[in-house]
């Protein structure tokens, strides 16, 4: 990939990607961020601090020079897309946007990358604020394949777990289940997608070799709804959880969707990655959790 820039790499999965690229030792890795989180790396990396959503930082990262990948993990409005479309024209190679399993609504089927086009889709414009997190993601996404002149991918992931998650999302689960808390879940049946922080990293990491252009779905094999999610709990722990239809905001489950929301990857798989399946890891990363190792 050589030059490298990447928004968003000092924590979760964005930073697995930089300790991945620096592994790699063929890339000049540039971080940019807000400077509100130390840059401690095993090898060193360039840093800029800037203001994602300054149309102006974003003008000045350009002019540095030009960027064979540039990893967006931060991208959230129409004006964000629209600002790194106008400063990397002409600048880039190839552009890599984190997108969301929640440009899709759920549903009781398989989603493919065609059930959201961001090729057609209504371009509006502001910033994060004026939307919700799918609709900003949605609008990121279709300013950028409709309106950059460079290629573009847009990584759809679904929840993303690990021992590292800052969100505890996970953690809550085992948590409520230890200590006997009840749970909210407006429908256990419904199965998600989910993948792990490392998975992701490496998937990025494959997107930077250009095999896909447009809209790519990532996720583990398999699914899991948040029933088979607490007995996998369950049964690691030996505690019962307490299952509830509603329940107090601080006890609603951050898993509870009322219908499926499975993502198919089959693009991603026909193009040549391999996902890891769920069981790879998933009981494993219960088990850390649980003993209070993540």
């Given at each position: 990939?050589?030059?490298?820039?990447?928004?968003?790499?000092?924590?979760?999965?964005?930073?697995?990607?930089?300790?991945?690229?620096?592994?790699?030792?063929?890339?000049?890795?540039?971080?940019?961020?807000?400077?509100?989180?130390?840059?401690?790396?095993?090898?060193?990396?360039?840093?800029?601090?800037?203001?994602?959503?300054?149309?102006?930082?974003?003008?000045?990262?350009?002019?540095?020079?030009?960027?064979?990948?540039?990893?967006?993990?931060?991208?959230?409005?129409?004006?964000?897309a629209i600002h790194a479309v106008k400063a990397f024209d002409g600048r880039v190679g190839r552009y890599i946007m984190t997108s969301?399993?929640?440009?899709?609504?759920?549903?009781?089927?398989?989603?493919?990358?065609?059930?959201?086009?961001?090729?057609?889709?209504?371009?509006?414009?502001?910033?994060?604020?004026?939307?919700?997190?799918?609709?900003?993601?949605?609008?990121?996404?279709?300013?950028?394949?409709?309106?950059?002149?460079?290629?573009?991918?847009?990584?759809?992931?679904?929840?993303?777990?690990?021992?590292?998650?800052?969100?505890?999302?996970?953690?809550?689960?085992?948590?409520?289940?230890?200590?006997?808390?009840?749970?909210?879940?407006?429908?256990?049946?419904?199965?998600?997608?989910?993948?792990?922080?490392?998975?992701?990293?490496?998937?990025?990491?494959?997107?930077?070799?250009?095999?896909?252009?447009?809209?790519?779905?990532?996720?583990?094999?398999?699914?899991?709804s948040v029933r088979q999610i607490l007995s996998i709990i369950e049964e690691i722990t030996g505690e019962t959880a307490v299952i509830?239809?509603?329940?107090?905001?601080?006890?609603?489950?951050?898993?509870?969707?009322?219908?499926?929301?499975?993502?198919?990857?089959?693009?991603?798989?026909?193009?040549?990655?391999?996902?890891?399946?769920?069981?790879?890891?998933?009981?494993?990363?219960?088990?850390?959790?649980?003993?209070?190792?993540?």
């Amino acid at each position: 990939m050589g030059n490298v820039l990447i928004f968003g790499g000092t924590r979760y999965f964005g930073k697995k990607l930089v300790e991945l690229l620096l592994g790699e030792g063929e890339h000049d890795v540039t971080l940019a961020t807000r400077g509100n989180t130390p840059v401690i790396f095993s090898r060193r990396v360039k840093h800029l601090t800037l203001d994602r959503t300054n149309k102006e930082d974003l003008l000045r990262t350009a002019s540095i020079g030009d960027w064979d990948t540039i990893y967006d993990n931060i991208c959230y409005s129409p004006n964000d897309a629209i600002h790194a479309v106008k400063a990397f024209d002409g600048r880039v190679g190839r552009y890599i946007m984190t997108s969301t399993l929640s440009v899709y609504n759920p549903v009781d089927r398989l989603l493919t990358e065609n059930n959201y086009d961001p090729y057609t889709y209504p371009v509006l414009e502001g910033p994060s604020a004026n939307f919700t997190y799918q609709e900003g993601k949605r609008q990121a996404e279709a300013v950028l394949f409709q309106q950059a002149n460079f290629p573009v991918t847009a990584m759809r992931i679904p929840i993303v777990l690990g021992p590292d998650d800052y969100t505890k999302r996970l953690h809550f689960h085992v948590k409520h289940v230890k200590e006997g808390l009840p749970i909210g879940v407006p429908n256990p049946a419904a199965k998600l997608s989910l993948i792990s922080s490392d998975e992701t990293a490496k998937f990025l990491s494959w997107l930077g070799q250009g095999k896909v252009d447009g809209p790519v779905n990532a996720a583990s094999g398999g699914s899991l709804s948040v029933r088979q999610i607490l007995s996998i709990i369950e049964e690691i722990t030996g505690e019962t959880a307490v299952i509830q239809p509603d329940s107090q905001p601080e006890h609603k489950s951050p898993f509870g969707v009322p219908a499926d929301w499975v993502m198919d990857t089959s693009k991603a798989v026909q193009a040549g990655y391999s996902f890891h399946s769920l069981s790879d890891w998933f009981p494993e990363l219960v088990r850390e959790i649980a003993s209070g190792r993540a």
